[in-house]
């Protein structure tokens, strides 16, 4: 499956962020779902968020 994978806006209406339940933006071009409040970016893979705080990747602070 390609890099830019599509996620269902219904299913990213329902997510939260799993460390700050806060809202999470979807970046299509990285597949994955970000959360500015924790400073992670969860993987999508498949069509399917690993909303695992071990498998996510940590934000840079700038």
């Known amino acids: ?5 599509k996620l269902d ?4 209406e329902l997510l939260v962020c799993p460390v700050s339940h806060g809202p999470l933006s ?4 990285a ?8 400073g992670l970016a969860f993987p999508v893979r498949d ?3 690993i909303m695992l705080v071990d498998e996510a ?3 840079n602070a700038d």
Do not use: H, N, Q, W
Request: glycine share 4%; net charge neutral; aromatic share 4%.
């Open 1 to 5: 499956m390609s890099k830019a994978e």
């Open 9 to 12: 806006p219904a299913l990213l």
């Open 26 to 29: 979807y970046d299509e071009k």
């Open 31 to 38: 597949a994955e779902l970000v959360s500015k409040e924790a």
């Open 47 to 49: 069509g399917i968020p």
């Open 57 to 59: 990747r940590k934000l």
